[in-house]
């Protein structure tokens, strides 16, 4: 329970004590989300259209020092992605390249600027979160004007804007970047995915390797995003996130969560107080670890 004390013009919250984590309940709770048993591994790309719905976000490969179901872990158990590209568990390779441009779900780099699966009931938080209004043919020159995107960024953006989707070297091309340095190409490309302004859309057979991304503006792909997106507060949005969060991994470093989703201190604290007020979520104490944990409420005791 959380008690409010009132004193004159000040309103004193006391949060409730935290739990204890049940580390057999959140071991449970881990196998069913992450998909670590061999008999709930995913063996379709229908069964991993329905995992990342499921799961609201999820990166495509493991990515580490964070925690976060992985695509891979679902379909190959917890082991490492290995080099040899007949692994059987790269046939989430060959569902990642199907589903671009059909719309099951939204795949770029955008957590930790690593490939990230979002549903498409979750993407509007995320895009409500992002540097943008709606207006395709302007946000990214207040971003660029507002020292947010470098002007490789804003000449790719522009290319893309100018002549619709095209592949990774006639993108390049096309925004003057064909003697640009690896790097700045690629931080570029980043930047443009995880602030929801560019995506991925398809394969084409182009390049030294016959394997090359196109690329497209989000809006364009996603005409209605905007709208989506437009009713959700910023706190509204956060709230959903870090809740969907938790139910995947069950209980988490505070840390973690905010490395994760790259908001301020003072932000992420706003947020998961509210949560914590609302009963969604508590703090709680791992018997092996000093810090206090956020965890789901059913995965502790008092």
Not at 51 to 62: K, L
Request: aromatic share 12%; charged share 25%; proline share 6%.
């Amino acid at each position: 329970m959380i008690l409010l004390c009132f004193f004159p013009h000040t309103v004193i919250r006391y949060m409730p004590s935290p739990k204890n984590l049940l580390l057999s309940r959140w071991q449970e709770h881990r196998k069913r989300t992450f998909r670590l048993l061999p008999e709930w591994r995913l063996t379709s790309i229908e069964q991993a259209r329905h995992y990342v719905n499921e799961r609201g976000f999820i990166f495509f490969w493991p990515v580490k020092g964070v925690d976060l179901p992985s695509l891979w872990v679902a379909t190959a158990g917890d082991r490492p992605v290995p080099n040899e590209h007949d692994d059987p568990g790269h046939i989430t390779w060959d569902w990642k390249d199907q589903a671009l441009g059909k719309r099951w779900w939204y795949y770029a780099k955008v957590l930790r600027r690593k490939a990230t699966l979002i549903s498409l009931e979750i993407l509007p938080y995320f895009y409500a979160l992002s540097e943008n209004y709606g207006d395709m043919a302007h946000d990214h020159l207040e971003a660029y004007e507002a020292g947010r995107l470098t002007i490789a960024a804003r000449n790719i953006y522009e290319a893309l804007l100018r002549e619709g989707a095209l592949d990774s070297l006639s993108l390049r091309r096309a925004s003057g970047l064909s003697r640009a340095r690896d790097s700045e190409w690629q931080r570029a490309l980043e930047d443009l995915q995880a602030d929801f302004k560019i995506l991925p859309v398809g394969i084409a057979q182009a390049g030294a390797w016959h394997y090359a991304f196109i690329y497209d503006l989000t809006l364009r792909h996603y005409p209605q995003l905007a709208a989506l997106a437009r009713p959700i507060g910023e706190a509204e949005a956060r709230r959903r996130l870090l809740k969907v969060y938790l139910e995947s991994v069950g209980a988490v470093p505070p840390t973690m969560a905010q490395k994760l989703f790259g908001w301020s201190p003072p932000i992420f604290q706003r947020t998961v107080r509210s949560l914590i007020e609302q009963g969604e979520i508590c703090y709680a104490l791992h018997p092996q670890r000093a810090e206090e944990w956020l965890a789901l409420p059913s995965l502790g005791e008092d």
